[in-house]
């Protein structure tokens, strides 16, 4: 969740850790710090709660000089938001830790410590880390040594970059279930949690593997695995660029990554398809085999990724005829799971990273799965790794924190994915073409959304007094109904909850009234006259109703109900075309109300820890 920077080079390297401080803003994050080693061997340290940018102003007032060192942005897992309990922590003056994820046992370490005459000076159980390392060193202990040793004793989840400034040519880093990625330079080397940080100077990049601890010098790395032994770690150049991660010249990055979904469809869809057919072979030589065999799927996944994965069911049981289920992660890890039969366990997420998500692909590995697939927009993140079968999105990065386009291109690859199960189930060539047209179709009928953006901003004015909303939508169209609800309620920070519309009847309906606004997603499917019955029982009861309609519908403008006109899209892709303009109505709501819209309050980009 949090953004680690480190860099050993011959130049200053402060400049390039708060400029990757930047650019992980989007995790989410309270506070933030700089330690570097200066000319004279020693550390030099600044800290501060709130935004890198009062980071910046700190430093700009008491400048650091240093070729070496490491970079933290913290969101608060033990203890306050306060400048004592920012990273980096510091210990006998000499060693200086930033840390990712959660030590879970730091409370006995933090007692050795404290009989050993250590002084704590914050509440994180992140100084345990600094304090047992120095302690090591102290002894005799190697840089490298000090820090193995430590790990062995903690449990949980960690990602560490570790100085010495009695040691001052490297910088140590290890990880499990955190990640994070080596960048090499020319004479210079870095580290980061995530790509890009490192945009602006490297493409190329190690990613380490559970367990790996690496010695980063400028002119060298090495990699020890999780056994001790050196390893050599496949070196890969990124597609990505620093200006794809730039967000002029919109507003916001969450404005211009919804503007980035027609492209990012299209380029999903690129390589899939050929000659009007779905291409199993690029998820991988083994695919085809192996999705010919599936007889039930299991997908989990967290937040916006599990609304995607309950879109998919529909689709995966209605075309293809698997039985599938779906789970959100943090629940699936703590029950007994049946696994049925040659069944596939799918996982959905936009880094890759997602703990939950992550620690039930490995759980799944024991429990008789036939095989695994992630869908996934970060290449070479741990569960692409740890995954049978692979299918990136090509959503490119995504920097805001309420997903956009990572999620419309989970959509289009669940479908692709559909597909390619359905040809070993009877689909005939006919049938798919007409399939493969509509998906071809996507990114043009989500264009044509986009343009509602004006009718949208007007219509955020009715939205920003209000203190809930109710989002409706019936079959396939319920989670995104669930996904525009989630989008209003994290950046706007207005109470929205979404409903299965024919469940209104059973409680939901207590609470309508004229400060209720009630979005309704209506397309041109089976379900629209059960739905037009609903909406006829929300009028009924004084409620206001919002609805997004395909002109075929036939529904019009009239008291109490205001109807935006959606673009013309078989029932087929209008999951994905409905998502836009109710992402485009959660921005403007949230513009107008004033918030942070790109790293809403309390909430992270890549949620790390449980």
């Not at 005799?140 to 010495?164: I, Q």
């Not at 293809?320 to 703590?334: C, D, H, K, L, M």
């Not at 209003?488 to 606004?517: N, Q, R, W």
């Not at 075309?577 to 309390?602: K, S, W």
Request: proline content about 4%; glycine content about 8%; some cysteine.
């Amino acid at each position: 969740m949090c953004g680690i920077v480190g860099a050993v080079a011959e130049r200053n390297v402060v400049d390039i850790l708060v400029d990757g401080l930047k650019r992980l803003e989007y995790r989410g994050y309270d506070s933030a710090g700089v330690a570097v080693i200066d000319e004279k061997n020693q550390l030099a340290l600044s800290r501060t709660v709130g935004k890198v940018a009062e980071l910046e102003e700190k430093i700009a007032a008491n400048p650091l000089h240093g070729n070496i060192g490491v970079a933290h942005t913290r969101w608060a897992t033990h203890g306050g938001v306060t400048e004592a309990n920012a990273h980096p922590h510091v210990s006998g003056g000499r060693v200086a830790v930033i840390h990712n994820g959660i030590i879970e046992n730091f409370q006995p370490i933090k007692d050795e410590m404290l009989e050993k005459g250590y002084v704590f000076s914050s509440e994180t159980d992140t100084e345990v880390a600094a304090h047992l390392v120095h302690d090591f060193v102290k002894q005799g202990m190697d840089l490298v040594e000090a820090v193995g040793e430590a790990v062995k004793r903690f449990e949980g989840a960690y990602a560490l970059l570790v100085v010495d400034a009695e040691d001052p040519d490297r910088v140590v880093v290890t990880r499990v279930a955190s990640p994070l990625v080596i960048g090499l330079g020319d004479g210079e080397n870095f580290v980061a949690s995530g790509v890009p940080a490192l945009l602006p100077v490297t493409k190329r990049f190690i990613y380490l593997e559970q367990g790996d601890l690496a010695e980063i010098r400028r002119d060298s790395v090495r990699v020890v695995d999780s056994d001790g032994k050196a390893v050599e770690r496949e070196v890969h150049e990124t597609e990505w660029d620093s200006a794809s991660a730039e967000k002029a010249p919109y507003a916001h990055f969450m404005l211009k990554e919804i503007y980035d979904q027609p492209s990012a469809l299209a380029d999903t869809l690129y390589g899939r398809v050929s000659n009007q057919r779905v291409l199993p072979e690029s998820l991988g030589p083994q695919a085809a085999e192996m999705l010919s065999q599936v007889e039930n799927i299991h997908i989990v996944a967290c937040g916006t990724s599990y609304h995607a994965g309950c879109v998919g069911k529909y689709w995966v049981e209605a075309i293809a005829g698997v039985p599938t289920q779906v789970e959100i992660a943090s629940e699936y890890r703590y029950r007994h799971a049946v696994v049925p039969p040659k069944t596939l366990f799918v996982t959905l997420s936009q880094s890759g990273e997602t703990a939950d998500t992550l620690e039930a692909l490995r759980l799944a590995k024991g429990l008789g799965y036939m095989g695994s697939l992630t869908i996934c927009n970060s290449p070479h993140s741990s569960m692409v790794r740890e995954s049978d079968l692979v299918m990136m999105t090509q959503a490119g990065p995504e920097i805001g924190v309420a997903s956009t386009k990572a999620f419309t291109t989970q959509l289009l690859s669940i479908l692709i994915v559909t597909l390619m199960m359905a040809r070993h189930r009877g689909l005939s060539a006919e049938r798919e073409k007409e399939f493969v047209a509509n998906l071809t179709h996507a990114a043009a009928a989500s264009d044509l959304a986009l343009k509602m953006s004006d009718q949208l901003k007007e219509l955020a004015e009715d939205f920003a007094d209000k203190q809930h909303a109710l989002f409706l939508g019936r079959g396939p169209m319920w989670p995104i109904a669930m996904e525009g609800a989630l989008k209003l309620k994290e950046i706007s920070y207005i109470h929205a909850e979404a409903y299965a519309a024919g469940e209104l009847k059973h409680g939901p309906l207590a609470l309508i009234d004229d400060e209720m606004p009630v979005v309704v997603v209506a397309p041109n499917n089976e379900l629209l006259e059960k739905l037009k019955s609903n909406m006829q029982v929300v009028r009924a009861r004084g409620g206001q109703l919002y609805v997004f309609a395909d002109a075929e519908t036939g529904i019009e403008s009239e008291d109490g109900m205001i109807v935006m006109q959606m673009p013309h899209a078989d029932r087929l892709i209008a999951p994905i075309v409905y998502t836009v303009p109710l992402q485009l109505l959660a921005y403007h709501v949230a513009v107008l109300l004033g918030t942070d819209v790109d790293q809403p309050r309390n909430l992270a980009k890549s949620v790390t820890v449980e």
